[in-house]
């Protein structure tokens, strides 16, 4: 592990991270989604998790969002949907990722969710082999299109045309 590596604090993402997640401007349209799953935190409902260094502030980024179950997909149990799952492109490939999926698992265990779902996109080649080296699987391709409101209050729709991708926690580690 590289020197910086270690000094990489994972942690809850605090109101006043929210402008830093925008990275100067490139995820302002996702303001809103940002404060709602910052809202939701504080209900308990999400889990987001931020990586920084003391040096360079966020450096990456995940959300956890509690679903409940969904016969029409057959699933059974409540789980976690993962999302914005982004490292700052000059820190990748160094572990970042990979901290932050193992709090992701961490936490999924002490809230008793064994499955964790996530989407990702078919072109994003490098995303589905490293969530694959982690013990995803692809359960579905997801096409479509997803809807949300941007920062400026439009609805704004935008094509999708996803892996549905699922962990599910081994019970041993649950002991
Ligand atoms: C996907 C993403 C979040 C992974 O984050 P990351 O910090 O690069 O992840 P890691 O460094 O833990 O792992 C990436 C690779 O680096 C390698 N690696 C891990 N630790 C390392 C280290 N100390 N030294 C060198 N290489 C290392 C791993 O082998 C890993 O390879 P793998 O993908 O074959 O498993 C990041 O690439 C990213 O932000 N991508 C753009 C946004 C995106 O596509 N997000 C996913 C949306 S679905």
Same mark, same amino acid.
């Given at each position: 592990m590289e020197n910086w590596l270690k000094t990489v604090n994972i942690r809850l993402l605090r109101e006043e991270d929210l402008p830093e997640l925008e990275w100067g401007g490139e995820y302002k349209r996702y303001r809103r989604i940002y404060r709602e799953i910052y809202r939701n935190s504080q209900k308990g409902l999400s889990i987001p998790l931020i990586a920084e260094t /003391? /040096?360079?502030?966020?450096?990456g980024q995940v959300f956890l969002s509690q679903k409940e179950p969904n016969l029409n997909y057959g699933i059974r149990t409540r789980y976690y949907f993962l999302s914005s799952f982004r490292v700052r492109a000059e820190f990748r490939d160094h572990g970042v990722g990979s901290l932050l999926l193992q709090e992701c698992e961490k936490q999924a265990r002490l809230h008793r969710i064994r499955d964790i779902y996530l989407n990702c996109e078919r072109t994003n080649n490098r995303a589905r082999w490293f969530y694959q080296e982690h013990g995803f699987k692809v359960v579905r391709i997801d096409e479509g299109t997803w809807t949300y409101v941007n920062d400026e209050g439009f609805v704004v729709t935008e094509p999708q045309n996803a892996y549905l991708m699922k962990k599910t926690l081994s019970w041993i580690l649950f002991k």
């Open positions: /003391a /040096a360079e502030g966020i450096v």
